[in-house]
């Protein structure tokens, strides 16, 4: 660590860089950073994972920090708390202004001072909530023991502790009994959150506090977040791979990009006038509710290695407007505004040149629609799968009544040739079982899934001749994984991997041909040259590269229905455009259908909509409504396909975080779905009649081929519309959310 | 669930020695060879070939507890009942009811085969903790080589290498027995030096070669809970070096050895038996070996019977206490997200 002794020097800085550092700088900053860079030695040189980054923090504000995967935001989190992990070292100026004109050099600390400044001053929230607890203790432990560790009064921590746990809405006794592993991921996550609160500090920075779970909790969460920061005068700076999702959240956005800061800017400016080009193309990668689907588009080739970054500026392997200027000269700040700067010399043209359009005109989409048949392919009827839940394996285990989870509870679908249809819900709520049900991955417990008329399980089972043989319904229904790496095999080569499926069905094949195939499947998909590819091993291939693969070969058995499960989730956001793109356009080549799993609303509506199919809503084992997807997305009848849009973020600025149209952040136990209509625990609909009576797809039908199971839908004579709404307790925590107090933050 | 988890474990218990038991009454019957027909060749060669089949029964039956004449599932209550009441026959070598043998010799056993795993433990752990502290430095490295070279050598190989070198090349420690003759049994000094004296080489043979393993282990573990999150969360939650080291650490890195450890107790007791003939150390399976070798069915079957409900015992002891350690065994797993 630099144990700099030019603290005061901090403010006039920066001519290091070469960047004029004035522009960046705010009124009453809380945390100032000059010119802090962090390096790696690694085997390959020096690898500088942040890179002479200048920023203020203002004091009460949210500052959203936006990247993608490996553009060095972590380090920047981490960097503020000099808590860089080893080997890394961290060179340049941290100035923390507690209040007035106090300043505190952070790197200069001794070790004591440090450990004092973290937690107690600024505090921090990490990605993967299980992971920072110790598994072997209580939540309660972890309270009292950093509480304890700071020399706080006891009596009083614990009792802020319960005051934040509550304002979480979680109920404190209940969860500060608990084990971590106890806690859903949501709860843990709101749990950590208050641990880093616990001790009072002044900032606190949270790294991709939200990326593993539910958009619907993310929001939830971020909700709570603009509350607490209210209530406890809090300056955030929230770290995240997600613009639309921090952009009604922050005050001020930073777009980071190959380890430094491209544009800085209040958040509504940098989403109204984005100008570095990169903003740009951020924004029109990232799939959301607004950019018509024709404007989306992913941005070309990759993010640069920390060893080796490009002369010049570091975007202009990718930049559209890039010329001599840009490969020879390191931008420097340029003022949009007095408050946003933008580092590119060519930002006034980047409008220009990459055109956007946030005025939600929706174009003609109807891209890749394919000839759809009466006939479905595949057809479920009052499908249920029930999975039987033991604790564990034990002797007397038999004795024990077995918890039964409806994974998926009566739902009819029909899938047709051609179709497209997504399956959204929270996580739990069932989508992958039914998509592995509909390609007779799992059997049902009850009801019947057909092929083309017939009944793949009697396939199966029957020993007589049926009418179509079950290896070629098996062929015929194909999956791709989330994660691609765990369908291919390590050992084998891209072209071994491709050839084994052909090998297997279709053995006349002659071998050139097959190589051929192979060799312009690859090509078709963007894997150029091909032979180089077809000789890899799948570690030699990025996650973009291996999903693609997958692909391949999954068509390569040229199947009726793929099943996508989360296909382009792991991949980055820049690339989910893309990969979804080259699956409409395959389907297009080789007339399958496609089942796609998804937990997020704006990649459904890209995926459907793109190709005119549905999207289909699931919550605990149930299908609450499913209709073409644009009329889903602008159009939502069920009380929670509303929730879940609410929980798509919009890039509409104005629309400032607003508290969830929902009475209840978690959900239900799937072992004891609420009685009725399972939603009536959460919905803010929710009137008596609905924990009684269970409304159908069905019940009220209108001839459309948009369907809910509301009792909202239907007709005026229903019970539904006499019955009293449902008031809820005010002492149960767990469950009130829409009458929480918090009225939306206004912009000061 | 947590009921659940104990009555679980506590039947497994009950069912293990209750099968070993079965067993033991399935080889004293069934056995060709077995008691009866030793029994009978010792009376043949007695009394010549005037043998009277009752008093060959009558015989068998005192020892072993099983009348021959009976029908099998009687044999089988009676046999089950004389054990219940601690009831093991007697030992044919001896002539002393095995129960009484094997009660004095147990004691030395458990004493033994306590200290030992203790002191593997004990060793082992600080040795990996300190290892994994200062991972790459000299001492880890040359720590890690004297582990494994130690690990590799067989404890009996140990143990008759130290029992010829300092037992008999150097006379520095007795070559048998449990305490020296001339003192008095009783909880003073001398019979606790005494005693402490003689056990010091079995011991030493056992915790030598066996704590290697243990480092090892705890070296991995601690390697790898170091690396994790939750450590990296502690320290900039500012907790003392020392909480960190113990609760977080220590804890999470000492809980998946507790197989090693249950594997530990039966592999120690197994392993008495060979040990105790070596270093002559009247304990259980000093017993055991002797009965095998003079084919004293009772003796034999008694100490194999003990030393089995030692190790059940032992692992029933170890899961029970898993189960207090760490909060997530027996609550399932927690895999609610899998579908
Ligand atoms: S400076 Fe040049 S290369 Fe860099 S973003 Fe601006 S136009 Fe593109
Ligand atoms: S049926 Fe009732 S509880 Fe269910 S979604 Fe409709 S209004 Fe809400």
């Known amino acids: ?748 | 669930m947590i009921n659940n988890y104990y009555i679980e474990r506590t039947a497994q218990a009950v069912f293990t020695v209750f099968a070993v038991v079965t067993m033991t009454f399935g080889m004293i019957r069934l056995m060709p060879g077995g008691p009866v027909s030793y029994i009978r060749s010792q009376l043949v060669q007695q009394q010549g070939n005037q043998v009277d089949m009752e008093q060959v029964n009558a015989l068998v039956e005192v020892y072993t507890n099983v009348a021959p004449d009976e029908p099998l599932y009687i044999q089988y209550i009676d046999y089950m009942a004389a054990l219940l009441q601690g009831d093991l026959g007697v030992s044919m070598f001896y002539n002393d009811p095995v129960t009484e043998i094997l009660a004095s010799a147990a004691p030395w056993t458990v004493f033994v085969m306590s200290i030992s795993l203790v002191l593997t433990f004990g060793l082992g752990i600080t040795l990996g903790a300190v290892m994994a502290y200062i991972e790459g430095s000299r001492f880890d490295v040359s720590t890690t080589l004297v582990s494994i070279f130690l690990n590799s050598i067989p404890y009996y190989v140990m143990a008759i290498i130290l029992v010829y070198v300092l037992g008999y090349q150097f006379n520095w420690f007795p070559t048998g027995g449990r305490i020296s003759s001339d003192v008095a049994t009783g909880m003073n000094l001398a019979f606790l030096q005494s005693a402490f004296y003689h056990a010091a080489l079995p011991i030493a043979s056992l915790v030598i070669t066996g704590f290697g393993i243990q480092a090892l282990a705890m070296r991995g573990n601690s390697i790898r809970v170091l690396g994790e999150d939750y450590i990296r969360v502690a320290r900039l939650r500012g907790l003392p070096p020392h909480d960190i080291a113990l609760r977080y650490v220590g804890r999470n890195a000492i809980l998946p050895m507790y197989t090693g450890m249950m594997i530990a107790i039966g592999f120690m007791f197994g392993g008495s038996v060979i040990l105790e003939e070596i270093f002559a150390y009247p304990g259980i399976g000093y017993y055991m070996f002797r009965g095998i070798m003079a084919r004293d069915y009772p003796l034999m079957m008694g100490a194999f019977l003990i030393i089995t409900i030692a190790v059940v015992v032992g692992i029933y002891v170890a899961d029970l206490t898993y189960g207090k350690l760490d909060p997530r065994a027996g609550s399932g797993g927690g895999n609610r997200e899998a579908y």
């Open chain 1, 1 to 748: 660590m630099s144990k700099t002794d030019d603290t005061q020097t901090a403010t006039t800085a920066g001519t290091g860089a070469g960047t004029d550092l004035s522009s960046i700088r705010v009124d009453d900053p809380i945390v100032e950073i000059r010119n802090a860079s962090v390096t790696f030695d690694m085997e390959r040189g020096e690898s500088r994972v942040l890179d002479e980054v200048s920023l203020d923090i203002e004091r009460d504000e949210i500052l959203g920090i936006v990247g993608e995967s490996g553009s060095g935001k972590s380090m920047f989190a981490s960097a503020l708390l000099d808590a860089i992990v080893n080997p890394g070292v961290l060179t340049g100026d941290v100035t923390y202004h507690p209040q007035g004109d106090a300043e505190v050099d952070v790197l200069g600390l001794s070790p004591e001072q440090l450990r004092e400044l973290r937690w107690e001053e600024i505090s921090m929230v990490f990605q993967g909530a299980q992971s920072s607890f110790n598994p072997t203790i209580t939540i309660r432990a972890h309270f009292e023991e950093t509480i304890e560790a700071h020399n706080y009064n006891m009596e009083q921590a614990m009792a802020h502790a319960r005051e934040l746990l509550s304002d979480l809405y979680m109920d404190p006794d209940r969860v500060l009994d608990s084990y971590p592993h106890e806690l859903s991921g949501g709860m843990q996550q709101r749990t950590l959150i208050a641990l880093s609160l616990v001790l009072e500090p002044n900032v606190l920075v949270m790294d991709e506090p939200t990326a593993a779970l539910d958009l619907l909790m993310q929001r939830s969460i971020l909700s709570l977040l603009e509350d607490l920061q209210e209530k406890y005068d809090l300056s955030i700076v929230f770290i995240t791979h997600d613009l639309p999702l921090v952009a009604g959240l922050a005050d001020r956005l930073a777009v980071m990009y190959a380890f430094e800061f491209v544009e800085i800017g209040p958040a509504s400016d940098l989403i109204g006038n984005p100008t570095h080009p990169y903003t740009r193309a951020l924004l029109k990668a990232v799939p959301n509710l607004d950019t018509p689907l024709s404007e989306m588009r992913p941005i070309d080739g990759m993010a640069p290695d920390p060893v080796d970054v490009p002369q010049g500026c570091s975007y202009h392997p990718r930049c559209p407007l890039a010329d001599e200027t840009c490969r020879a000269e390191d931008p420097t700040y340029h003022d949009v505004t007095s408050d946003h700067q933008s580092a590119c010399f060519h930002w006034e043209d980047s409008a220009e040149a990459i055109p956007l359009s946030t005025d939600g005109e929706h174009g003609e989409t109807q891209a890749f629609a394919g000839e759809q048949s009466d006939e479905p392919v595949v057809s479920l009827e009052d499908v249920d799968v029930h999975f039987d839940q033991v604790s564990d394996g034990g002797l007397l285990s038999v004795f024990q009544e077995p918890d039964t989870v409806h994974a998926v509870d009566d739902i009819s679908l029909d899938v047709y040739e051609n179709d497209v249809v997504t399956l959204v819900g929270e996580s739990g709520c069932g989508k992958t079982t039914l998509g592995k049900a509909v390609i007779g991955a799992q059997r049902p417990t009850d009801g019947t899934v057909a092929y083309r008329g017939q009944d793949i399980w009697e396939a199966k089972d029957s020993r007589r001749e049926t009418d179509i043989p079950y290896e070629h319904i098996r062929r015929s229904l194909q999956m791709i994984h989330q994660d691609p790496g765990s369908s291919l095999n390590p050992n084998r080569k891209v072209a071994a991997s491709l050839k084994a499926p052909l090998k297997r069905w279709e053995p006349d094949m002659d071998p050139d041909d097959r190589q051929e195939r192979i060799l312009s499947l690859l090509e078709y998909v963007g894997m150029s040259p091909p032979g180089d590819y077809a000789q890899r091993y799948p570690h030699q291939l990025s996650g973009g590269e291996k999903q693609r693969v997958a692909l391949i070969r999954a068509l390569l058995m040229n199947p009726d229905v793929i099943l996508a499960d989360e296909a382009v989730s792991a991949l980055d956001v820049s690339l989910r455009v893309e990969v979804m793109d080259l699956m409409l356009e395959l389907q297009d080549l080789f007339d399958t259908s496609y089942v796609f799993i998804s937990h997020n609303l704006s990649n459904a509506r890209y995926f459907s909509g793109k190709a005119g199919g549905r999207i289909g809503v699931m919550y605990l084992g149930e299908l609450v409504e499913i209709g073409p997807a644009e009329q889903i997305i602008n159009d939502p009848q069920h009380p929670y396909t509303k929730v879940l849009r609410w929980s798509t973020a919009d890039l509409d600025i104005e629309e400032t975080v607003e508290d969830p149209p929902l009475r209840g952040i978690d959900i239900p136990d799937p072992v004891d779905p609420p009685s009725g209509c399972r939603f009536h625990t959460r919905c803010p609909e929710a009137r008596e009649a609905c924990t009684r009576a269970q409304p159908t797809l069905d019940g009220h039908d209108d001839g459309t081929e948009h369907r809910t199971a509301c009792f909202r839908e239907y007709d005026e004579s229903h019970e539904y519309w006499e019955s009293e709404p449902i008031v809820d307790d005010a002492d149960d925590a767990d469950v009130a959310v829409g009458g929480s107090d918090s009225d939306a933050r206004t912009d000061e």
